[in-house]
């Protein structure tokens, strides 16, 4: 049975069916500001969760959704097989830094757009500004979610951690 979040029953607000959930970050963006919030708690945040479910979640073909933080685990999930296949091209951590660096700000597909893959899971933005509120935030999350994986994914001695990047080549959903 796949893994779902603990941050379902968390209220928050909601763009396009995902909900916007404060984590630990330094990277600017609407995290840490008065719309979102900053993640106060002790204990993982969204981007620990999807890290620590991602071995066991990637293995399923079905996964069904019970509420707004799980869009976004869905969403963190398949951004870290990116990030795990960019990783393996690696040699060091400061090349896959650079590497999850650029992928992080290239141009992505929203929910409701063409080429958004998991558009049967979102709804769409209601208005213009809510998208954009929603880019900024997917944004800084994939910048986040692409430093902690760099983390994970190398050893200490600077070697690509074969125990995640053997997940790099599964195929996620």
């Not at 993640?39 to 019970?66: K, M, P, T």
Request: aromatic residues 12%; hydrophobic residues 40%.
């Amino acid at each position: 049975m796949a893994r779902h979040s603990s941050f379902n029953k968390r209220e928050a607000r909601t763009i396009a069916g995902a909900s916007l959930l404060p984590f630990r970050t330094a990277c600017k963006g609407p995290v840490n500001t008065s719309k979102i919030g900053s993640f106060e708690e002790e204990g993982e945040d969204i981007i620990d969760e999807a890290l620590s479910f991602y071995r066991a979640n990637v293995l399923f073909r079905n996964y069904e959704i019970e509420g707004g933080a799980d869009r976004i685990l869905l969403y963190v999930t398949l951004y870290i097989s990116a990030c795990l296949a960019k990783i393996e091209k690696s040699q060091t951590p400061k090349d896959a830094e650079k590497a999850l660096q650029v992928m992080a700000f290239e141009t992505f597909a929203l929910p409701g757009q063409a080429g958004f893959p998991f558009n049967a899971f979102f709804g769409k933005a209601d208005k213009h500004e809510e998208l954009e509120e929603l880019k900024a935030y997917m944004k800084q999350l994939r910048e986040e979610t692409g430093q902690r994986v760099c983390k994970v994914g190398f050893t200490p001695e600077g070697k690509p951690n074969k125990f995640w990047t053997a997940f790099a080549k599964r195929k996620f959903m």
